[in-house]
């Protein structure tokens, strides 16, 4: 599937002018020229220039907005595309009831499973990485995961 360049430029244009437009809530410093708001309006503006610039050229190219390629058409390969915002979607519902460590291992061993890795081989690297994953963050870096069913265990 391909976008149009002046179809995802708009849609960047909008993301940045909404960024611009947030900045406008963020409180001021006393006594400062610039405040927390000063670095997302420079991304904000390079993000629209660069959106302009792919509205410019989508439109001089006059193609379809959307273009389906083959692999569409195809279930299998569909539903392999659909299954990443699907993981994600999945984590966002199951996270907290069950825990990061069971949902992670849940979520990659589904995904290893279904992109063809032996179950030998895939069980125990979804084990090691939520493993790794919950120690980097939680550990390390102090980040605050959901602890679900693993509660009286961490």
Known sequence: MRLNDALLGAILLGFAGG???????????????YGPNLFPRI????IGFCALMLVLRGVRARGGLVVLEGWTREPARLLSFLAIPGAALFYILLSDPLGFI???FIL???LFLWFKARPVLALPVAAGMALMVHWFFAGLMRVPLPRGLMDPFL
């Open 108 to 110: 990659l061993s589904a």
């Open 19 to 33: 960024v611009w437009w947030l900045t406008t809530f963020f409180p001021a410093f006393p006594g400062q020229d």
């Open 43 to 46: 991304l904000a503006a390079g």
């Open 102 to 104: 069971p949902t992670a």
